[in-house]
């Protein structure tokens, strides 16, 4: 025979009722700790921003918003475009290079991305400035055969087209990875059914493949896109207005170096923000079949926090 003691239900409301207990958080001794000392290395930071005479705060004010710096901002913007717009465009044609059973498309393409992501940018670059001493005329007609339309590079391909094509084939050959790393995430089950339902192929890749894999796509082809903005300071090289150029051209003539390399600064940071914002509502579109609700966003959420 065995015994088995039970403790008797306590009574609603009364004070032994888990339900009547309050609820207390956690404490977190250790946080309060840890965070003290980096408060500290962050007021020390900012002091030494405030109290060091050599930012030259005034000039760098004077300099942010000038005329020149912004059409250097403009052009900055510019080449980013260009160079997202062209490069994952070619970026998509040879990422289903690679996936396609023909081995020669296999072939052309990774024999692409590995010729263009080993390369450095900016020997890429300085390239394409120089392309006019290999090629002093290009011309459109039958392979092997008569030219139709012959005309001189240097009249064709300008200092600024010249970048556009660099960062337009460098940002292809990174994106093409990108994209084929999120269209083979998909299950294969996806391809196997719109095959059995008699889907076209562009229609399976249009409708079924691609909105799948933007899920996977965009946040490394956001990475590449702020990447891409960054490196347009390399075109300083051949001397196009971009921001890091103009910022030289600037400090080289009143030697003012740290205040005009922090309006370089500030704006890039500014341009990343903004890009990193859009990057956030892409991915909060693109997330939609993955939830019933879409999640809150951090304006959302802190207007939650203040009227709780």
Known sequence: MSLTLRRAAAPPGSDADPATLPVRPARHPGRLLAAVPALLLVGQFVHGLADNPGWDWPTFARYLTTPAILRAVGTTLELTAYG?????????????GRLSGSLVLQTIAWTYTWVFR???LIV???FWF??????????LGVPFGPELWSFRTVD????QGAAVLGLALYQSAYAAEVVRAGVIAIDTGQF???AALGIPRLRQIRRIVLPQAMRSILPNAANQVIALLKSTSVVYVMAIGELFYQVQVVYGRNGRV????MVATVWYVVLTTVLSVLQYYVERHFARGTRRTAAPTPLQRLIRRVQS
């Open 156 to 159: 064709v391909l300008s200092a």
């Open 118 to 120: 080993s390369i450095p």
């Open 258 to 261: 740290v205040p005009l390399l």
């Open 124 to 126: 890429q670059l300085v």
């Open 84 to 96: 997202t717009v062209l490069g994952f465009a070619l970026g998509i044609v040879v990422a289903f």
């Open 130 to 139: 120089n392309i006019s001493y290999l090629y002093q005329h290009l011309a």
């Open 192 to 194: 196997e059914a719109a």
